[in-house]
């Protein structure tokens, strides 16, 4: 299964915006790039996913690279409520499952 | 809202007892999934399945059995409980497309003494 890699933390300071890298540069054609957050004692809360354009939803935009090989997750106005642990993941078309990394730790200071 | 419900929420149970982890989702998702996540860590996928009669190993062996009889449905069993067994379990389901995101529960805090 291909794999990301994602910086193990990140600082913030609220209302600005955020950008979370992700390489995934052995993803294969059918790979979705998904991206989920996990709050203390939580699970997963999906944010967005995408393929190869970039993608908008209510809670964050997903930029893509050309070659696919690097995505990066776009909070526009960090707020403390998006302090969490980040994942980048490959959801593979192939086989079904969807992989988890280590995600990236957001602080987000007031 | 909750449509992926997982009970109990915190167990504490002695050492070679045997024990099953709920999960019910109402969202007709054919797909759902078993994850363990110890504290601080990634998630590690233990079980899926496809849907009713379907289950699947994950990339992390364990020693937990599932089943699947009924689409909501999606219980986790240890059939004799260990200290090593010490985990969040979390479920999760989708439907079975690349592109549908995964709803999961809150998770089981579970500890064996």
């Known amino acids: 299964d291909a794999k990301t890699t994602q910086p193990n933390s990140m600082e913030s300071n609220e209302e600005e915006p955020v950008h979370l890298p992700c390489n995934h540069s052995?993803?294969?054609?059918?790979?979705?790039i998904h991206w989920y957050r996990q709050l203390p004692s939580q699970g997963p809360e999906y944010v967005i996913h995408?393929?190869?354009s970039n993608v908008n939803n209510r809670m964050a935009s997903l930029a893509i690279a050309e070659d696919r090989k690097s995505s990066t997750l776009i909070l526009h106005r960090a707020t403390l409520r998006d302090a969490a642990v980040y994942y980048c993941?490959?959801?593979?078309?192939?086989?079904?499952?969807?992989?988890f990394g280590q995600g990236t730790t957001l602080q987000v200071k007031p | 809202e909750a449509d992926i419900y997982q009970t109990p929420r915190y167990l504490v149970i002695g050492t070679g007892k045997k024990i099953t982890l709920e999960c019910s989702q109402t969202?007709?998702?054919?797909?759902m999934y078993w994850y363990q996540q110890d504290p601080g860590m990634e998630l590690h996928l233990i079980h899926y399945?496809?849907?009713?009669?379907?289950?699947e190993k994950g990339d992390l062996s364990s020693e937990s059995t599932v089943s699947r009889i009924r689409t909501e449905h999606f219980p986790l069993t240890l059939e004799s409980a260990r200290p090593s067994h010490t985990s969040q379990y979390l479920c999760?389901?989708?439907?079975?497309?690349?592109?549908?995101?995964?709803?999961f529960g809150n998770g089981t805090r579970l500890t064996v003494t």
């Open positions: 999760a389901s989708s439907l079975d497309r690349p592109n549908s995101p995964l709803h």
């Open positions: 052995t993803i294969s054609g059918t790979d979705y």
């Open positions: 995408g393929l190869t």
């Open positions: 993941i490959l959801f593979s078309g192939n086989t079904g499952k969807l992989i």
């Open positions: 969202m007709g998702h054919d797909k």
């Open positions: 399945s496809y849907g009713v009669n379907s289950t």
